[in-house]
């Protein structure tokens, strides 16, 4: 008999963790797994990556009812919605709300009872995300065991802290993307080495390369030396506020470049009035998302990740896939595929620094081409890891 596994994300959305799902999906043996998927919004980019052999459960009832506003809750009987979301409405417009972890903790606090659990049982469910996900599976699912999963380096205030640690609690295991990853979510969320585990993201070169081969979506600028970025638009995590001031600095330099985001998120408004401010608008351009990225990969001149903080980097390994040289900031786990000088080249978390290698390998013809020699010789993908998730889904 299959063993029934459940993933839980909160969207398929153009990101890292969703790029890696679906990747897994794509690799995962429906011989032996009857394969579920919960989303809490069925919308996003890589939706149109599912395989047909996965289920798609149906959308979480109250995710229609919080969808709704305020008047249609209050007309349509909804009193505890209505409730929920006059508390959630003034909890985050409070002082003390100033993140995404802030506020996904109070919509839990307000919206998790309305929740219904998930009627059936499995063998095996993983959070594939944090917040909403952990939270749901380890509070709405029934499993013989529990996994949840890290992609990222956790940043939380104390508060944040002490709701989540009691929820990673009920996980059998935290599965991590990388050692930086692991020992801060321990440090975190008070975790034993036993209950925690490394498996990086699934990388398939194949996939890869295939879709770089499709036409771009977006027009872009092919006359002038291309910079690429594909991440959420953040300043905390991802550092586009250090990439901007970068390319003002290659910009007063005289330096011939353009440089694409590839990426939605809640620094656009934000973004979009510094470029113009600072006359960037023929240097720095906001791409938007799209559900293939690989043929930007594999047109640009240099990949460009200034990132403060990265559980792993996937999109620094897809970027190497493609041969195209690196420069990226010295977040904590940049050490785990980059080699200095021979991959790409690593800065310190400064756009000075990081206009100064973007610079360097525009005008240093020999350093390019012996970094794309190297990566040329690199192992690409990880498509073996899918043993390891085998091994935990199995055990």
């Known amino acids: 008999m299959k063993s029934k596994i459940l993933f839980v ?54 995710s229609v009812v919080e969808g709704m506003s305020l008047p249609q809750q209050i007309f349509t009987g909804k009193w505890r919605a209505a409730k929920a979301h006059i508390i959630f409405s003034y909890l985050i417009r ?5 993140n995404n972890n802030d506020i996904f903790t109070r919509y839990w606090k307000t919206y998790g009872p309305l929740i219904s659990a998930n009627p059936n049982e499995y063998d095996v469910a993983i959070a594939y995300g944090q917040r909403l996900p952990t939270f749901y599976v380890a509070t709405k699912v029934n499993a013989k065991r529990k996994y949840a999963w890290i992609n990222i380096i956790p940043q939380l ?42 498996v990086t993201d699934i990388l398939d070169p194949a996939m890869v390369n295939r879709l770089a081969d499709e036409i771009p979506e977006f ?29 003002k600095i290659l910009r007063d330099r005289g330096v011939n470049f353009v440089w694409y985001a590839l990426g939605k998120g809640d620094c656009y408004a934000e973004m979009k009035k510094y470029i113009e401010e600072h006359n960037l608008n023929n240097y720095f351009i906001l791409l938007g998302s799209t559900s293939n ?3 930007y990969f594999k047109r640009c001149t240099i990949y460009a990740q200034t990132s403060r903080y990265e559980g792993y980097g996937i999109s620094i390994a897809e970027a190497r896939m493609l041969n195209r040289p690196v420069v990226c900031t010295e977040f ?34 020999n350093l390019y081409n012996s970094i794309q020699q ?18 935990i889904i199995d055990e």
Do not use: H
């Not at 679906?22 to 690799?27: F, G, P, Q, Y």
């Not at 919960?38 to 979480?60: A, D, H, I, S, W």
């Not at 190297?374 to 091994?391: D, L, P, S, V």
């Open 9 to 62: 994300i909160e969207s398929l959305i153009c990101g890292g963790a969703e790029k890696s799902l679906t990747t897994l999906l794509n690799l995962i043996d429906y011989n032996r797994y009857d394969v579920s998927l919960q989303l809490f919004n069925y919308t996003g980019e890589f939706m149109r990556y599912v395989p047909q052999q996965v289920k798609l459960l149906p959308q979480l009832p109250s």
């Open 94 to 98: 409070q002082k003390t709300c100033i």
């Open 157 to 198: 205030n104390e508060v944040n802290r002490q709701f989540q640690k009691p929820i990673y609690k009920l996980f059998d295991k935290v599965i991590c993307v990388s050692e930086a990853s692991r020992q801060r979510s321990k440090e975190l969320f008070e975790l034993s080495d036993e209950r925690t585990r490394i």
């Open 219 to 247: 027009e872009i600028d092919t006359t002038r030396p291309m910079i690429l970025t594909v991440a959420r638009l953040d300043y905390v995590c991802k550092g586009y506020d250090i990439a901007l001031e970068a390319a």
């Open 293 to 295: 990225p690989y043929p």
């Open 332 to 365: 904590g786990s940049v050490w785990k595929q980059m080699v200095q000088g021979k991959n790409g080249i690593v800065t310190p978390i400064n756009p000075t620094a990081v206009a100064d290698a973007i610079q360097t390998l525009l005008t240093d013809k």
């Open 374 to 391: 190297c990566q040329m010789q690199e192992e690409k993908g990880n498509t073996f890891e899918i043993e390891n998730i085998y091994f």
